[in-house]
């Protein structure tokens, strides 16, 4: 009998439950609150998937849930939906709050990351035109024959990240067709928005999805 591979990573359970329940699940920006408990309700109703095991659901919803387009959704007048986008009552105000601290706090430590960032690539910036500099014995014209690095030392590369760059140097942009790599097999896309490390594309099917670049080819 053939054996059926589990999925790699969180990114695929979450696109897999999304297809299976789409009317709780969703891969675009208007996600609903998660009725209390659904992941019992999961465990019930994938109990027999070969392809997902408890733990791998565990981590997709808990990867789900700490979204910022999920923390964002956490709003007064929002209704928590069951798999078969049933209403499950209000969402709670001290819910509400949390998901308010926690996007606050994530957006935090995402902007330090970016600082920490910059900090080191504006190091290797500075020492790469400090090693770069030529000697006093050494013509002007060699000088000139310097160039920088791809994606390096260019007020380009400070604007955006260096998935982004590679992928505008391989011609992967916005509106272009590509190929996502989903574990078992690629999947046909297009690019509709880049982020600072991740690209959004739509799949055929219609559902969006964020994915790291490195996961995109060319067609």
């Known amino acids: ?4 591979e589990k999925f ?11 297809e299976r329940f789409p009317k709780c699940f969703t891969l675009g920006s208007e996600v609903r609150p998660l009725k209390i408990g659904i992941f019992q309700d999961l465990s019930v109703r994938l109990a027999d998937d070969p392809k997902v095991s408890k733990t791998q659901l565990r981590g997709a919803l808990r990867q789900y849930t700490s979204s910022w387009r999920y923390l964002s959704g956490a709003k007064v007048g ?3 939906v069951d798999l078969d986008g049933k209403d499950c009552g209000k969402l709670e105000e001290d819910h509400i709050e949390h998901a308010k601290t926690s ?3 994530s957006k935090a430590r995402a902007s330090e990351r ?3 960032k910059a900090i080191k690539q504006g190091d290797k910036e500075v020492n790469g035109k400090v090693n ?3 000697k006093s014995n050494e013509s002007t014209d060699n000088q000139t024959k310097y160039q920088p690095s791809k994606g390096k030392n260019t007020k ?10 590679e992928l505008m140097i391989e011609g992967i942009l916005v509106g272009k067709d590509v190929n996502v790599n989903m574990g078992s097999g690629n999947v046909p896309a297009k690019i509709v928005e880049l982020n600072k490390d991740e690209v959004r594309v739509r799949l055929s099917n219609g559902l969006t999805m964020l994915v790291k670049a490195k996961h995109l080819s060319s067609l």
């Open 1 to 4: 009998m053939k054996k059926t």
């Open 8 to 18: 790699a990573n969180s990114r695929q359970v979450i696109v897999y439950i999304a």
């Open 78 to 80: 929002a209704i928590r």
């Open 103 to 105: 996007l606050a706090e």
């Open 114 to 116: 970016r600082k920490d």
């Open 132 to 134: 770069k500099t030529p």
């Open 156 to 165: 380009l590369n400070r604007e955006l990240s260096e998935d982004q760059v």
